[in-house]
């Protein structure tokens, strides 16, 4: 028996692949209980974050200083932090309990032609009256009562910069913007109600959508193809790529995981990262069928997140609950017949593990190879 | 002690007790008066031994404390242990370039902030500030340290540790602060602003105070660095928002503040015709970075010149006369610090990967990296020249250190000429503990080296720290 792999061309010394992040340079400290969610800013000048003590709040990564935050909830925590993407705005989207919450943080983290700009996308939604998809009839003629709000919050909000707040009527814990910034999509995943689990909104008219109502399986996490009209959606074990254009199922892949925590885009679109409770990271190539081109096994404990390089660096990063982060140079062909490089290069290690939990979220910086990691320790990590 | 000869097959040559050396040095005021040739001197000798020599030969007053530098490397043991160490034969004619001796930059004092210390700068009998004044008064000037503070606010010290004149006017956390003359200050913050403000020293009965005087309004972001130079009045910014500010310093020659960036109170406060602050524009904005900017500095021989260093991993030389981007040099990590070395004609660039790159500006240079300079665990993102020497500097970093370098010690490797540091100075309110992970607690932010005070570093520990280098 001769093991397959031992045919394959040597891979390459990870010190011919730099360069990768290999040390902790900042630690920020603030979050009272775990840090569930992380975000570089399309600049590349802060990160945010968010977690169990309903805050959030946006660092001066580099140094570590809490640059600005807002309490949200006093018993919810923040599950999931975005911003809409384009360097034209300043706008930090935050799941917490029930609300979708839009910020333009205060202070002078924003330009002012940004903020003005920013709060133009914010407003122009108002316009359109309440959008008749938000409502419908029952058999019985009666209006149900719609499955999302949008609407102005508390004062004391708004004073915090907080200036549209999307209510629905599940817990949604993962937010992913579509590349222009008008669509995003929310995912609920321990919704009773399957048909609302998954929504898509539009922020320019305030309307919500829900194009799955028949969804087989619990669905965890969404993302939007960077320019094909095609939507990805993970169930608890597979992956339905939908033609949002032509309302049908384009591919259903099989990465072979018991329950999939994260999925990660590559930024030219034909490539996959999966990664599952159950240890293990997956690799989809979309061009070579519908099981994953490379399953790895580096953790010792559920890998919670992954993420691709969002700028073109060959780089890609997984987080787990052993408490450490994995870094690996994933370099994509273009050429179809070539298949991707995937050479693991670092494993970063400096959270503490909390109650079985260790690394919960990863994120990459816009363009440098630099990520950040949110641990249930109450930390972001900044590695460089 | 055994002599390791490499793969001899005769048998070994009986122990050298003497080696030729011929002795050669880059700073003029001790250079000898003719040169002596190769010398011979026995092997046994140490730095101090050498050093009795070259004081006899310059045939000094008070003996010239030096240090010896072969291949690159001090001298730290007798050139007999050297040259086994290198496996270089004692047949061989040594080049022994010596130097002043370096001093331990030895711990002075420590001014406590009630936050952290992004800034730091000195003014003293030797400082740039001074030495700009056409009638400068000299050894009459007292010795002053500026800080600037996330907390908002300039502060002016003397040396007892106290401090002498607040200045406040930031809305939010001071990023950078510089003397310009012993009666002039200009700051910058995350506020976006630039302000200039009027020192005026402690008298006899009275504090001493910092007045506003000027803001300059022109950047989308925050400014995180400043430079200045006094004989022409320019003030360079280095801002978050890509690009470089030019500005003046004297309120006549500063164009009026572009309206789009001033804040709405402000044109409220206009025209309710209360009396302010006078608001002021750029001379010019630099374009050019893709990314934000880290550092500015001036070139130390023709102020007409500047250098930036961004994130977006170049470092760009400015014709200030014409506000044009000469050249661009491309390296491979985001920059955080920058610093002109100017009797070497190199600069020196604090990088995200932790180590000092020295970069020839000049278009003669063929390669972009000089040398690097290697052992700092964070990044650099502060660098200023030892005034006594042109070969040495000090960085100060994430990693709770500062570091002194020598450019003259560095040895070849394979792709590059690489330098480590002379002395280490940490934070002494980490008090001889272990160096926390990723620098928490004790991130360096800013240092200055005076040639009076000393290196004067501020960081994330609420303090400005003075080391000094002793000779007695
Ligand atoms: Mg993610």
New binding site residues.
């Given amino acids: 028996n001769i093991d397959p792999e031992s045919l394959l061309p040597k891979l390459p010394d990870p010190s011919e692949l730099k360069p990768f992040p290999t040390t902790c340079s900042t630690i920020c400290r603030g979050h009272q209980g775990k840090v569930r969610t992380l975000a570089f800013d399309p600049t590349g000048r802060f990160i945010a974050s968010g977690g169990d003590d309903g805050t959030v709040r946006i660092w001066d990564f580099t140094t570590g200083r809490q640059a600005w935050s807002v309490k949200l909830s006093k018993d919810e925590p923040v599950n999931a932090v975005a911003w809409r993407p384009g360097n034209d705005t300043c706008i930090l989207t935050a799941c917490c309990g029930e609300n979708v919450h839009f910020i333009i943080p205060q202070g002078e983290l924003c330009p002012p032609d940004q903020e003005a700009r920013s709060r133009e996308i914010l407003d122009a939604g108002f316009g359109h009256a309440a959008a008749p998809t938000t409502a419908s009839k029952t058999a019985s003629g009666a209006t149900k009562p719609s499955a999302s709000t949008w609407s102005r919050p508390s004062s004391t909000l708004q004073s915090h910069g907080v200036l549209l707040t999307l209510t629905l009527r599940t817990t949604p814990k993962s937010l992913s913007w579509h590349r222009r910034g008008d669509y995003f999509a929310t995912v609920s995943p321990s919704t009773t109600s399957i048909s609302t689990a998954v929504a898509i909104h539009t922020l320019s008219k305030h309307a919500t959508q829900h194009p799955f109502r028949r969804l087989k399986g619990l669905a965890q996490t969404a993302c939007f193809h960077p320019t094909r009209p095609l939507f990805f959606l993970a169930t608890r074990q597979r992956i339905r790529i939908y033609d949002l254009q032509q309302q049908k199922l384009e591919k259903e892949l099989q990465p072979g995981a018991r329950w999939i925590s ?1 999925i ?1 885009l590559h930024p030219l679109g034909s490539n996959l990262l999966v990664s599952s409770y159950d240890k293990r990271l997956l690799w989809h190539d979309l061009d070579l069928g519908l099981t994953p081109y490379k399953t790895l096994r580096y953790h010792s404990k559920a890998i919670r ?3 691709f390089h969002p700028g073109g660096l060959p780089l890609f990063a997984d987080a787990s609950d052993d408490g450490s982060l994995q870094v690996f140079h994933g370099k994509v062909v273009s050429d179809e017949f070539e298949n991707a490089t995937v050479v693991p290069l670092k494993v970063l290690r400096g959270h503490r593990v909390v109650r079985e939990l260790g690394v919960l ?3 990459w910086h816009p363009r440098e190879a630099w990520c950040a990691s949110a641990g249930a320790d109450g930390t972001v990590r900044i590695w460089m | 002690m055994a002599t390791t000869t490499t793969e001899t097959v005769t048998a070994p040559a009986p122990r050298q007790t003497q080696v030729r050396i011929h002795l050669h040095t880059r700073s003029d005021d001790i250079e000898l008066p003719q040169d002596t040739g190769p010398i011979l001197v026995s092997t046994e000798v140490k730095r101090y031994q050498l050093s009795t020599l070259v004081n006899r030969l310059l045939e000094t007053e008070k003996p010239v404390p030096l240090e010896f530098l072969i291949n690159g490397q001090f001298l730290r043991s007798s050139l007999d242990d050297f040259l086994t160490q290198n496996g270089i034969s004692a047949e061989t004619t040594l080049r022994v370039e010596y130097v002043r001796a370096l001093i331990p930059p030895l711990y002075v004092a420590s001014y406590e902030h009630d936050d952290w210390v992004s800034a730091v700068d000195v003014l003293s009998p030797s400082s740039k500030p001074v030495r700009w004044m056409r009638n400068a008064e000299g050894p009459a000037m007292p010795q002053r340290i500026l800080s600037g503070s996330y907390d908002g606010l300039l502060r002016v010290w003397n040396t007892s540790s106290e401090v002498i004149a607040t200045g406040q006017g930031h809305t939010a956390s001071v990023k950078a602060a510089k003397f310009i003359s012993p009666t002039q200050v200009v700051s910058s913050s995350v506020d976006r602003t630039i302000r200039l403000w009027k020192f005026e020293d402690a008298a006899a009965e009275s504090a001493g105070t910092l007045t506003p005087t000027l803001e300059l309004f022109g950047h989308k972001a925050s400014v995180d660095r400043i430079a200045a130079h006094a004989p022409s009045s320019r003030i360079l910014s280095a801002s978050a928002d890509h690009t470089i500010g030019l500005w003046s310093s004297k309120k006549a020659e500063a164009p009026a503040a572009p309206e789009e960036v001033l804040p709405s109170a402000n044109k409220r406060r206009k025209l309710s015709n209360t009396k302010t602050v006078p608001q002021r524009g750029p001379l010019s904005q630099l374009l050019g970075h893709q990314s934000q900017i880290a550092d500015v500095c001036f070139d130390e021989k023709d102020a007409t010149v500047g250098y930036s260093a961004s994130w977006d991993h170049t470092v760009k030389t400015w014709d200030l006369t014409t506000s044009a981007c000469v050249d661009t040099r491309t390296t491979a990590q985001s920059l955080f610090s920058i610093c002109h070395l100017s009797e070497s004609s190199l600069l020196a660039t604090g990088t995200s990967a932790r180590h000092i790159t020295l970069i020839d500006p000049r278009a003669s240079a063929t390669t972009v990296s000089a040398m690097t300079l290697r052992g700092h665990t964070n990044v650099v993102v502060s660098l200023a020249k030892d005034p006594n020497s042109s070969y040495q500097l000090v960085s100060g970093s994430h990693d709770g250190t500062c570091r002194v370098w020598d450019i003259r010690s560095v040895r070849a490797e394979a792709m590059d000429r690489v330098g480590d540091s002379v002395y280490v100075i940490e934070r002494n309110s980490a008090s001889g503990g272990s160096r926390p992970a990723a620098g928490e607690g004790v991130k360096v932010f800013s240092v200055c080296w005076d040639a009076d005070v000393g290196i004067v570093s501020g960081g994330e520990d609420n303090q400005v720290q003075i080391n000094k280098s002793t000779t007695s």
């Fill in positions: 994260g990660s997140d992954v993420a979220s990863v994120g």
